[in-house]
């Protein structure tokens, strides 16, 4: 089992860009959040997505857009990237019980 | 809103050393509670979780927390630390009384350093 994986590990990016980042969740799970991380906090919740709709989703901005796929994979997309947006970017993915969420090794999104 | 707090944001013990971290929480609701661990570069992994059940939790690698509604925390502790311990530790809780309410809110973080 290959557990939750993200795609790319690390990202380059300048401000005004476009980015998105991917998340393959882990065997038979079909529901998938996003976090982000910035360097020295703890993780903050940007939004989750469930049967392919987003369910849930935390104080960001439009800028931030999700997607999930009929295979339970997902993206999140953020546009008119900002210096602050920095950050480790975290998928996590459950089914049934969401008292035990699994998390992938990030994204490390480097805005420049 | 549901939050919590980590008290200290660097602890550091000798291996053999007892661990502990703090964790205060905030809720209107019974909460859920968790400790993760975060080993650099890598992401989050599960240690041990509170749901209602038994107050004191039992986790991996020797870790347990107590949930101590009176005092509104969830303490993590070690009898004896070993150097692999070292890492960062978050607490989060989560509302899952709602159903959907899945999403966990996490603390600062604390980072523990294990010295010989």
């Known amino acids: 089992d290959a557990g939750v994986t993200q795609s790319p590990t690390h990202l380059i990016k300048t401000r005004g860009q476009q980015v998105t980042l991917r998340c393959s969740p882990k065997s038979g799970h079909d529901t998938v959040s996003w976090y982000q991380q910035a360097l020295g906090q703890g993780p903050q919740f940007i939004f989750q997505y469930y049967e392919e709709e987003e369910r849930q989703r935390g104080n960001f901005p439009d800028r931030f857009s999700g997607h999930q796929f009929p295979n339970y994979s997902s993206e999140l997309n953020v546009n008119a990237l900002l210096l602050g947006d920095s950050a480790l970017y975290l998928c996590?993915?459950?089914?049934?019980?969401?008292?035990?969420?699994?998390f992938g090794p990030g994204t490390r999104l480097t805005v420049l | 809103a549901q939050s919590v707090t980590q008290l200290g944001s660097h602890v550091s013990v000798s291996e053999g050393a007892l661990v502990l971290l703090r964790c205060n929480y905030s809720?209107?609701?019974?909460?859920?509670l968790f400790w993760y661990v975060q080993y650099p570069n890598q992401g989050l992994q599960l240690l041990l979780k509170?749901?209602?059940?038994?107050?004191l939790v039992k986790g991996i690698n020797g870790f347990e927390a107590e949930f101590k509604k009176s005092e509104t925390s969830f303490h993590l502790t070690k009898p004896s630390a070993h150097m692999s311990d070292a890492a960062e530790y978050f607490c989060a809780v989560s509302d899952l009384s709602t159903g959907t309410a899945s999403k966990l809110t996490f603390g600062t973080g604390t980072r523990l350093q294990v010295t010989l």
């Open positions: 509170y749901t209602s059940a038994a107050t």
């Open positions: 996590a993915s459950w089914q049934d019980s969401p008292d035990t969420q699994y």
């Open positions: 809720s209107s609701v019974p909460p859920y």
